[in-house]
């Protein structure tokens, strides 16, 4: 270990500098004022980044003159800095700043450390001392070079030089600085090299106290060096991927170093270390005591404790990750759950993880990991700036700010710019001769751990010519720069959520929530104020009125809601309103927006002068809905009320009038009358209502509900106090005599009148209705239906249950006898009174007459208004017994008159007539379709009686039409369930043939689909019946029945089809039959009338107009689609039919057809359309296609040339067709060559890989029996039989057959043998028995040999020895799999009897359904045309 040089080398070096002198560096030229009171560095940081007069920060980094410097005089400046000058770039990067702050404002300060980057310039410039290299920040900043100099800057005025340590000797034996590392104390650093060597110096008095050179192997540079908390303990980390650990002592003043490693390379290269650092605060952390250490390879993570005793407490492997990403670590202590630890960030590519370390009571290390940020980035650079956030550079040199817990981005800054140094040379260890892996050098390409350190919450950056300090901003500042660049709302945003505690990466702020908020409101008041300031003062002094509404509509509703928030409403309406007043358009645009706010219950007062205002403006702009809205949810407290009124009778605004009048005056009494003022008159004079009397009249009855119902009218409640009294003057005032301003002529009871009048019914309603919920909604729309308190809610009250008893009698009185009133309007009345009187706990009492009337209204049958109302109400009034007292032969007269069939169902169910209660379902238009259902319940459950369900029956059997025409489907389904045994009487009896096909199809197709034995007796003329009406009805769905059914006499099937000419169906029972011949001749009959047709049709449209000859267009091509039908139908019919017939018998079928489709050509040949005669081409072609697989191919050809059509010697029309045939024969003869080219090709292959199998050798694994363990020869001069199989096991004949691992007897020479151990290891002795379905693959080869000596005349005693040669699991699926595919007949064989059988008879025409065990699968031949 060398000595420390004398002070001299350090006076040297600082003459040889000469930074210190005034001639050597221009103020001018670097920007650097004098100034009076030197700063702190803390000072500098703090300060805000738009003082313009801040000597040592500036925006612009541009600004720096360094055009005189080479940037690529060092390979290690930043790949992506060629356009860091350009204005326009940095204008570009701004504006990603703006939309940045839309979110989250500027979060991170960039500053430039001006002093800093002046003398690092001028050092490179002038006294040669290299580029930076790396950086390392705590009490001071030290800056390494490319020459081996360590430059410290203290926090002074200027950043002034402190020390120089070093020299450019030092540099040019020890090459560039590579690492370097302060200590807590800020009284050592440490140098790293690129040559290996590491250098201690005292940062007091700048000597140097160590030189270093055998701390790790020679011939690699120091990558890192880093110290611990204990000054006397670092580590550092070479390019060979080893890291050691230097202890430092002083003895008898003699300092040493002791190196010890702690992960050597050649186990995985290290390429990043970071001890964990603990701060002042936490210095008695109790896990400080182990002195953790992280370290990070190319493929995983590990953190070990140096103290007490060396020890790995985490090891944890990487996930797959680009190979050139750079692996980052970083340490930071974390509250978590009410307790602070530290947590390990790492990261390798674009995911970081998070590791929670924790002393456990075992003093044990408990790592906990946490939730993974993944980004879309690959990171180069990973710093905590604070507990919650972290700085993050990615390979584009982007800077984002990240906050840990919601893994939020807060903002991207772009460091291009700042041209950032990488240690590329170091991680290649260029200065050694770069004797590094290529994983190693890989990763070196991004790698900048030198070029930023971070330190108390501040993270300074080093650039290849300034150096650039990071620190999150406080919360004024953030709020500043939004203001600063005008961006009031977006400040507001940011303000709000300091205030509501949610805003991310939070500085400045200090004290308990309410003092923070406090602090926070007063800011957010000055930037309300400024932002009404910069709104009326930016307003565009001309233009279009719209322009400057949507000015104003941006910042109004802003400073309002803000505003609100805060609960300032006398700033709102004193200061930013008495500001606004003075724009009109602001104004209006001001009193617009409160209406929202209002609406919405976030504002119930507004001050006297501005309620003014408000009034005049949605006065004089039409705005009265708007203004009723807002009236109705304002305090009444802040309302003029004589003038809000006078202003709400004169636009009718006739909420407004009774909130005011309620909430104001606690008066519910006054609106109803001065509603029925005004619409009273009206009413009882009988004129016609307008839009608004409907309007007012609807929102009477509904404020009578809510007033009845305890809520107050548009919206709230009515005060508890207020309840019982409000509904008792509701009803004192509907039960008045007279009104107050009463005439001669006014009837009594003025009130219930005019409401009666107005809408009986929704008058009825609203003292009918029952209140549905206790939450119910009371901003009712403009509809009369509205939930209120009922009778029954206060029939303990006995004064309630007066007032319903004479507001009933009012009724009564009022409408009964009153020629005023229609009939429906009494009968509404009746209803209401019936519901009353049928709810279980009724307490009316009714004349026994006019009760009488209810009855004899509700059963009026000259009255067809709300039949079904009434029936409901009559039958309501049934079930609870309200009419007991009546004779049940009138009600049943009556309801039978009124058509109540549901009356009348309940009074025959009590009278136990269920027969009767048919009828009632029968003649009931709403509920004939529940009559099955109600059959099938009654005929089914066990509390009838067998009389009574066979009255039903007979009565279900008298109206089996009208069943039948109902629905077949369920009648047929009743029948199956309850009458099987009528099944005969019930066809017999349907007289309409339509309606028994129905039935019958319905009958037979569920006892078709029937799983259990059959239900009814069928019998095979029930479906002979259905063929028989199927003809008729329903022909096209014959032969999917014929298909189908199963028990239909055949010849009787065949007669019936022959009678109605259904010739498909004829033809389908006569080949079911037997009769090939007599089924073909059918549909060749059919085909040919088709055929007919169509000519006919050809034909006739000759010479016809233009409509005509699209019809017969339309009607040709309908046809000619049948007749392709009919054709395929018989082509089908003779493949079907062809397999079983001579050849003689296949020519009586197919050319017949032939000749068809020839002869039809020839009819259509002198026609126009070319369209069918195209299509009739293509039809014989396929007809020459079909029956080319079963006729041979003179023989066809012979047939076509003796046709008269083509007999003439004209072979150019017949062309076409003998071109397709041997265009197909040539396609498919190329197809059967081809496969037998790839079976023959599969067969050798197979085959070959077999007899290779067969033939292989064998070879055993040792030279004993694996059942005996005994060597095979036992005996020197026996002769005795060994067998050895494929595994490699080797037995002797007779132990195998002891153990019975054969399947048979041993005796058999060719008996297959399985590995006794190979059997016995997979669960169980092998046999034919135990795995039948393996035995044939058990062995593939059989070889015997002996093991004796012989002589040469004793050959004729030899005996083979068996090999049997065993297969894996994959080997025997395939071997099972090529058996089954050449089990049976082989497919060469099939292919070769194919073309050769027939050879004499087919000339090459393959088609797919020939021979019954092969079948091709070809592609149709292509079509020809003439």
């Known amino acids: 270990m060398s000595q420390s040089p004398d002070s001299r080398s350090l006076l040297s070096a600082s003459s040889q500098l000469n930074l210190m002198e005034v001639e050597s560096i221009d103020d001018k030229e670097f920007d650097i004022p004098q100034v009076d009171t030197p700063p702190t560095l803390e000072s500098i940081l703090s300060q805000m980044e738009e003082e313009e007069e801040d000597p040592f920060v500036l925006e612009d980094t541009c600004l720096l003159n360094t055009d005189n410097m080479d940037a690529q005089s060092y390979d290690t400046s930043s790949l992506a800095s060629s356009d860091s000058g350009d204005p326009a770039h940095l204008k570009r990067k701004r504006r990603t700043l703006d939309q940045n702050a839309a979110v989250h404002g500027s979060v991170l300060r960039l500053s430039l450390l001006k002093g800093i980057s002046a003398q690092i310039v001028a050092a490179a410039d002038k006294v040669d001392a290299g580029l930076p290299t790396a950086i390392a920040m705590s009490g001071v900043i030290a800056v390494g070079t490319s020459h081996g100099l360590a430059l410290v800057f203290g926090k002074d005025t200027n950043q002034a030089l402190r020390l120089c340590l070093g020299s450019k000797t030092t540099g040019a034996e020890f090459g560039a600085v590579s690492a370097l590392s302060i ?17 201690m110096w005292d940062l007091a008095n700048g000597k140097l106290l160590r030189t270093i050179t055998d701390a790790h192997p020679p011939g690699t540079a120091i990558l890192h060096v880093k110290f611990t908390d204990d000054p006397t303990l670092a580590v550092c980390n070479d390019s060979g991927g080893s890291v050691f650990e ?88 974390v509250p978590v759950q009410k307790t602070v630890n530290p947590m390990l960030a790492f990261c390798k590519g674009d995911s970081v993880h998070f590791l929670l370390v924790k002393k456990e009571e075992t003093d044990t290390i408990h790592v906990i990991k946490q939730r993974q940020l993944q980004l879309s980035c690959d990171i180069i650079s990973l710093n905590w700036i604070n507990s919650c956030s972290l700085v993050l550079l990615d390979s584009h040199e982007k800077l984002h700010v990240v906050d840990r817990p919601t893994q939020d981005i807060l903002e991207t800054l772009d460091l291009e710019q700042v041209q950032l140094v990488y240690n590329s040379r170091h991680f290649k260890s260029l200065a050694t001769g770069g004797n590094v892996s290529q994983a190693l050098a890989l990763v070196g390409e991004k790698a900048c751990y030198q070029s930023l350190s971070s330190y108390a919450g501040q993270i300074v950056c080093l650039g290849t010519k300034s150096a650039h300090i990071m620190s999150l901003r406080n919360w004024k500042e953030r709020l500043d720069c939004l203001l600063k660049q005008e961006h009031f709302t977006e400040a507001l945003s940011l303000a709000w959520s300091f205030h509501e505690g949610t805003a991310k990466a939070v500085v400045g702020l200090h004290g308990d929530s309410q003092k923070r908020k406090a602090v926070i409101s007063d800011k957010m008041v000055e930037i309300l104020l400024h932002f009404t300031e910069y709104a009326v003062k930016k307003c565009p002094e001309q233009g279009k009125l719209q322009v400057l509404e949507q000015h104003f509509q ?83 407290t802040s309302l003029d009320i004589q003038q809000v009124v006078q202003v709400c009778w004169n636009n009718q605004l006739y909420d407004a009038v009774i909130y005011i009048f309620n909430r104001g005056m606690n008066d519910y009494i006054t609106p109803m009358e001065k509603l029925f003022s005004v619409i009273g008159p009206r009413v009882r004079e009988g004129r016609s209502l307008t839009g608004d009397d409907v309007v007012m009249g609807n929102k009477l009855l509904v404020y009578i509900s809510c007033c009845l119902a305890g809520r107050a009218y548009p919206i709230g409640d009515i005060p508890e106090d207020l309840v019982v009294q409000v509904k008792y003057q509701v009803f004192e005032f509907l039960i008045r005599l007279h009104s107050g301003d009463s005439s001669q ?93 049928a709810k279980p706990n009724n307490t009316l009492f009714v004349n026994r007459n006019l009760f009488d009337q209810v009855l004899e209204f509700l059963c009026c049958p000259d009255d067809d208004s709300r039949h079904t109302e009434r029936q409901q109400v009559l039958l309501e009034l049934l079930q609870v017994g309200g009419v007991v007292q009546f004779n049940e032969e009138r009600l049943f007269t009556l309801a039978e008159k009124a058509k109540f069939y549901q009356i009348c169902e309940f009074l ?26 109600y059959i099938h319940n009654l005929m089914s459950m066990p509390g009838y009686s067998s009389e009574e369900k066979l009255k039903v029956k007979e009565k279900v059997l008298q109206h089996m039409q009208e069943l039948v025409s109902l629905d077949p489907g369920k009648l047929a389904d009743l029948v199956v369930w309850h009458f099987t045994e009528e099944v005969q009487t019930i066809i017999s009896e349907l007289q309409d043939d339509s309606l028994l096909f129905q039935f019958l199809r319905c009958l037979l197709k569920f006892q078709e689909g029937c799983q259990a034995t059959s239900r009814l007796p069928l019998e095979s003329e029930f479906y002979e019946l259905l063929l028989d009406l199927m003809c008729r009805f329903e022909p096209q769905e014959l032969l999917k029945f014929l298909h189908t059914s199963q028990h239909y006499r055949l010849e009787e099937a065949i007669q019936i089809t022959e009678k109605y000419h259904c010739n498909e169906a ?110 009739l081409k293509e039809m014989t072609l396929k007809v020459l296609n079909c029956m080319s697989s079963f006729i041979s191919l003179p023989a066809i050809i012979q047939q076509i040339l003796q046709d008269p059509v083509y007999g003439r010697g004209k072979l150019a029309e017949i062309q076409g067709l003998i071109l397709g045939m041997l265009d197909t024969f040539t396609y498919e003869q190329t197809l059967l060559e081809t496969t037998t080219n790839l079976l023959n090709h ?185």
């Open 745 to 837: 002529k006014e009837e009594v009871f003025p009130f219930i009148h005019t409401l009666l009048h107005f809408d009986t019914r929704e008058f009825l309603n609203v003292l009918a209705m029952t209140e549905e919920s206790p939450s119910m909604r009371t901003d009712f729309p403009n509809t009369r239906s509205c939930c209120i308190q009922t009778f029954d809610d206060v029939q303990n009250d006995k004064q309630a249950l007066e007032y319903q008893q004479r507001i009933v009698d009012i009724l009564l009185q009022v409408m009964v006898d009153n020629p005023d009133f229609t009939p429906s309007q009494v009968g509404g009345l009746f209803t209401f009174l019936a519901r009353q009187l």
């Open 246 to 333: 230097l202890t430092f002592r002083r003895v008898m003043g003699i300092r040493s170093c002791d190196s010890r490693c702690l992960f050597s390379g050649s186990k995985g290269e290290v390429c990043c270390i970071e001890p964990l650092r603990t701060p002042p605060d936490f210095r008695d952390h109790p896990i400080t005591c182990y002195s953790l250490l992280a370290m990070a390879s190319l493929t995983k993570i590990l953190i070990i404790g140096l103290k007490p005793s060396l020890n790995v407490w985490m090891t944890l492997p990487y996930t797959k990750s680009d190979p050139s990403s750079v692996p980052q670590l970083a340490w930071q202590f």
């Open 183 to 199: 200590n807590q104390d800020c009284s050592r650093v440490l140098c790293g090299f690129a040559k290996g060597q590491i250098t």
């Open 908 to 933: 025959y169910e009590k009278k136990h007539l269920y027969d009767r209660i048919v009828d009632c379902y029968l003649q009931d238009p709403l509920r004939k379709a529940e009559i099955f259902s």
């Open 1066 to 1175: 004829k033809a389908y029972l006569l080949e079911k039959k037997g009769d090939i011949p007599g089924a073909f001749a059918g549909l060749l009959q059919t085909l040919k009338e088709r055929l007919d047709v169509l000519a006919a049709e050809m034909s006739g449209g000759i010479g016809g107009g233009v409509d005509g000859r699209d019809e017969e267009e339309a009607n040709g091509e309908f046809t000619l689609t049948t007749v392709k039908s009919s054709l395929n139908q018989m082509i089908l019919f003779c493949h079907r039919n062809c397999q079983n017939l001579d050849q003689e018998q296949r020519k009586d079928l197919w050319f017949p057809l032939l000749d068809t489709m020839m002869a039809s050509q020839k009819e259509v040949m002198g026609l126009s359309d070319k369209h069918i005669s195209d299509g």
């Open 554 to 636: 941006e910042v109004v509703p802003v400073l309002v809601d803000y505003c609100l928030l805060l609960q300032k409403a006398d700033l709102l309406f004193n200061q930013l309103y008495s500001r606004l007043v003075e724009n009109m358009v602001a104004k209006g645009v001001f009193l617009e927006s409160l209406e929202s706010y209002i609406v919405a219950n976030r504002l119930g007062h507004i001050t006297t002068p501005v309620m003014k205002d408000l009034l005049a403006h949605y006065h004089d702009n039409g705005m009265m809905d708007s203004l009723e809205r807002c009236i109705v949810h304002l305090d009444v």
């Open 1242 to 1426: 599969d067969l050798h292959w197979s085959l070959a890989h077999l007899r290779s199998a067969v033939t292989k050798g064998l070879h055993p694994r040792q030279d004993c029996c694996n059942i005996c363990l005994q060597h095979y020869k036992r005996k020197q001069d026996a002769s005795e039989e060994i067998i050895v199989f494929s595994c490699g096991h080797l037995y002797h004949l007779q132990c195998l057959q002891q153990k019975d691992s054969g399947w048979g007897a041993a005796s058999e020479p060719q008996q297959p043998w399985r590995c006794y151990k190979c059997s016995s290891s997979h669960g169980g002795r092998g046999g034919a028995c135990s795995e039948p379905n393996r035995s044939r693959s058990a062995s593939l080869a059989q070889t015997r040999f002996s093991s004796g000596h012989h002589e040469k005349g004793t050959e004729t005693h030899r005996k083979k020895v068996v090999a049997v040669a065993t297969l894996d699991v994959q080997q025997e699926l395939s071997w099972d799999h090529l058996r089954g595919l050449y089990r049976g007949p082989s497919r060469l064989s099939i292919l070769s009897e194919v073309s050769h059988g027939h050879s004499s008879e087919k000339a090459g025409f393959l088609l797919p359904a020939q021979p019954e065990s092969f079948h091709l699968k070809l592609a149709p031949p292509p079509l020809f045309e003439e």
